[in-house]
């Protein structure tokens, strides 16, 4: 017998789960972090380490405290699942969206799965995680409408960059990375990835 290794891709192509199929199957599974690709498919991922988890949090925390002296948007944690536009339902390990953007959802949009790409992604490797797949869902992102996304792979101490009409920028930690004209003034020193 082999092992199950995660993240597991579930082929549903012929069950058509709609979208509120998709948002009771999530609602009714708290436990289980769940995506669907732009294809259909079912992914169950698995659950982060503590290094992992402290790496998101470090990040979002930035991203926040960025948002909050500007309150130019909404931050939001790797629980949130987005719908996009591209046919995915996906949640990134931190996401902003423009506040204009936001404000033009409904109530009922807001406290489901939003129905947009956000302007800005981070997607944090995790021990587990394939380049491969992750680098996919960044392009996933960029289809969607994403502006920006930092992909960090502390396999590799290396951090890619993502933006709209333009190949991807693979920098070496440590980096100092600027949120462009999309995350006008933020700036975050990445130092390298050890595992204290």
């Known amino acids: 017998m082999t092992a199950l290794t995660l993240p597991l891709t579930l082929d549903l192509k012929q069950v ?3 979208d509120e199929q998709f948002y009771q199957l999530c609602i009714s599974n708290p436990e289980l972090n769940i995506e669907r690709s732009a294809a259909g498919g079912l992914i169950l991922m698995p659950p982060v ?7 998101e949090m470090e990040l979002g ?3 926040s405290i960025w948002n909050r002296q500007t309150g130019l948007g909404k ?4 629980s ?13 390990d931190a996401a902003w969206v423009e506040l204009s953007r936001w ?3 409904t109530p009922e949009q807001r406290q489901k799965f939003p129905p947009i790409a956000p302007d800005f992604v981070i997607e944090l490797r995790s021990q587990p995680d394939s380049l491969q797949t992750l680098q996919a869902k960044m392009q996933e992102y960029l289809n ?3 502006r920006l996304g930092w992909l960090f792979n502390p396999q590799d101490q290396q951090v890619e960059i993502y933006r709209q009409g333009q190949e991807k920028e693979v920098r070496s930690l440590p980096a100092l990375l600027s949120g462009e004209t999309v995350l006008p003034g933020f700036t975050l020193q990445v130092d390298l990835f050890t595992d204290d």
Do not use: E, Y
């Open 75 to 78: 931050v939001f944690s790797s």
């Open 49 to 55: 380490g503590g290094d992992s988890g402290s790496r």
């Open 144 to 146: 969607s409408g994403v």
């Open 16 to 18: 058509h789960l709609t």
């Open 61 to 63: 925390t930035d991203l």
């Open 80 to 92: 949130t699942i987005f719908k996009l536009p591209g046919g995915g339902d996906r949640s990134p």
């Open 103 to 105: 404000q033009a959802l």
